[in-house]
Nanobody, 120 residues
Framework: QVQLVESGGGWVQAGGSLRLSCAASGSDFSITSMNWYRQAPGKQRERVAEIADTGRTRYIDSVRGRFTISRDYAKNTGFLEMNNLKPEDTGVYYC??????????????WGQGTQVTVSS
């Protein structure tokens, strides 16, 4: 199993910025993709950004141009840089990592979530 520790959430006024981090640790694992999801109150969890092992990135329309997902491959850490934040970005943000254990077994693990609150 891979352990994920998130950090970087908080409170910010609209137009501000936050940077989320997700550090993965464990034994004999590789990462295929890192994803950031968010869940707003009363809404379903949605994936907002994805970065594949190739470096290819994807974003949902509402964050494209404002959010940037990246990875430090050497440190098994992912980041979500969020700029020009809007109140509708408020929610709990979760890191999700997919990959292989021992080059054989697929895994899909989640971080504990970090709260992001954007005030108008």
């Amino acid at each position: 199993q891979v352990q994920l520790v998130e950090s970087g959430g908080g409170w910010v006024q609209a137009g501000g910025s936050l940077r989320l981090s997700c550090a993965a640790s464990g034994s004999d694992f590789s990462i295929t993709s890192m994803n950031w999801y968010r869940q707003a109150p009363g809404k379903q969890r949605e994936r907002v950004a994805e970065i594949a092992d190739t470096g290819r990135t994807r974003y949902i329309d509402s964050v494209r141009g404002r959010f940037t997902i990246s990875r430090d491959y050497a440190k098994n850490t992912g980041f979500l840089e969020m700029n020009n934040l809007k109140p509708e970005d408020t929610g709990v943000y979760y890191c999700n990592v997919e990959g292989l254990l021992y080059d054989t077994y697929e895994y899909d693990d989640w971080g504990q979530g970090t709260q992001v609150t954007v005030s108008s």
